[in-house]
C-alpha cells in the first residue's frame, strides 16, 4: 500500500516534472522562432551604414551586456563569419530578449568604436592644419597641409553616420571608455 502509493506520486510528480519541461521549452521555442522571424525580416536591409536607431539601441545595451556574465567568454571581431554560431545558450538567448540580431550589435559597435577613433584623427589633423596655416606659407608647409588632409581623408565613414557618432559623442566615450 505504502509502494503503491510512493509509485503513485513519483508517477505524478515525473508527470508534472516532464509537462513542465515541455511547455518551458515550447515558450523558449516560441520566443526563439519570433526572434529568428524579426531578425530575418530586418537582414535584408542591414547595411556597412550605421544608423541612428542602431547608434541609440548600442548606447542602451552595450552597458548591460559588458555586465553579463558571458560577454567576457564571446570572441568580437567583425572577421568572424558568425559571432552567433560561437554564442552559448544564455548570450543567445539575452539577444533574443532585446530583439538584437548579434552579428549585427558587434558590427555597429565596431562601427561606432572606429568612428570614435576617426573624429579624434580628424580634429588632430585639422588642429595641426590650423597650426601650419599660421606660419609663413612655404613648400614644407603646403606638404605638411595636404599629408594631414590624406590623413583625414583615409576613412570612408558616411557623413550621416559621422553626424550621428557626433550628436552622441559624449555618451558613446562614457560608455566605450575601455574599449579602444
Known sequence: ???DKLSKTMFLVLGWVAIAGVLKLNVVETSWHRYHKAVEA??????DVVTETEVRGIIKYWPRFVQQPFAKDLMVSSHADSIQNSMNWHAKYWFIRICWDANRFFYVQQRVVSL???LQVRRTALA???QIEARR????SLEMIKMQQKRMAQETFSKAEIAIVEKYEESLKKIFKDVR
Open 1 to 3: 500500500m505504502v509502494g
Open 116 to 118: 570614435l577613433q576617426y
Open 42 to 47: 530586418k537582414r535584408p536591409y542591414y547595411q
Open 137 to 140: 606659407n612655404d613648400v614644407t
Open 128 to 130: 595641426v592644419i590650423k
